[in-house]
């Protein structure tokens, strides 16, 4: 059982991120801290461009207001938003944290993760815990 879980949520259609909610609530000790944690990227200038003035704060809030309406379901649960590169900062994260425990949803692999590497096989490769992936 685990004290202090993380758990990266990706709204991608591929990732199973109800069952990585469920996998943390089946392995969480009684009373442990589970915090979900979506990471936002930096939009390219050239694209950024193109969008009204304020869609990175509009687009934060939904994201945390949806983050909250799952952790609602989750005993001990938060949402959390942060800026950053995903594999990197849930690695920073979890490291600060003293996360004992992450829970990541996968998409299945094909050949571009041969070249370009996805957060799940970063995360697993570099943490300093225990990784659980969900597919």
């Known amino acids: 059982m685990y004290s202090n879980i993380l758990v990266p949520i990706s709204f991608d259609e591929d990732r199973d991120a109800v069952g990585a909610l469920e996998i943390a609530g089946a ?63 849930i690695l920073d994260y979890a490291e600060r944290d003293k996360t004992d425990c992450i829970i990541i949803a996968s998409h299945r692999p094909g050949m571009q993760d041969l070249f370009l590497g996805s957060t799940a096989s970063q995360v697993v490769r570099h943490a300093t815990c225990a990784v659980h992936v969900i597919r």
Do not use: C, W
Not at 46 to 75: C, F, K, N
Not at 76 to 89: E, P
């Open 27 to 89: 392995i969480a000790a009684e009373g442990a801290k589970i915090t979900l944690i979506h990471v936002m990227e930096q939009i390219p200038a050239y694209a950024i461009s193109y969008m009204s003035a304020d869609y990175m704060a509009q687009s934060r809030r939904a994201i945390e207001e949806e983050l909250a309406q799952m952790a609602e379901g989750v005993p001990g649960a938060i949402g959390l938003v942060i800026d950053g590169h995903s594999g990197r900062a």
